[in-house]
Nanobody
Framework: QVQLVESGGGLVQAGGSLRLSCTAS????????MGWYRQAPGKQRELVAQITNSEHTNYADSVKGRFTISRDNAKNTVYLQMNSLKPEDTAVYYCNAARFLPGNIPWDYWGQGTQVTVSS
């Protein structure tokens, strides 16, 4: 019922910047929070940043001060501005949307993933 389309990944040198975009469609009014996760080779998927409908934000310690999550409600789009990129930021980044089904059941929607590669 919610579809997420991501863009903005690519190859960048260490110290550079990228901005990821995620546009939601469908039953967008059911979404309570959106965020970005990433999964590097050989590692589990981890939360990078999250923003709620009240614009409260949460970041992984490894990206605090470097990454910024924001949203444009008119465009139904969430952004992840990534500055001062490091090789350890290399991963597939996934957009996530969270909602609660009837009965207060949590449910997640996922984008297709976009590759971010940071060279040294």
């Amino acid at each position: 019922q919610v579809q997420l389309v991501e863009s903005g990944g690519g190859l960048v040198q260490a110290g550079g910047s990228l901005r990821l975009s995620c546009t939601a469609s469908g039953n967008i009014f059911s979404i309570s929070a959106m965020g970005w996760y990433r999964q590097a080779p050989g590692k589990q998927r981890e939360l990078v940043a999250q923003i709620t409908n009240s614009e409260h934000t949460n970041y992984a310690d490894s990206v605090k001060g470097r990454f910024t999550i924001s949203r444009d409600n008119a465009k139904n789009t969430v952004y992840l501005q990534m500055n001062s990129l490091k090789p350890e930021d290399t991963a597939v980044y996934y957009c996530n949307a969270a909602r609660f089904l009837p009965g207060n059941i949590p449910w997640d929607y996922w984008g297709q993933g976009t590759q971010v590669t940071v060279s040294s």
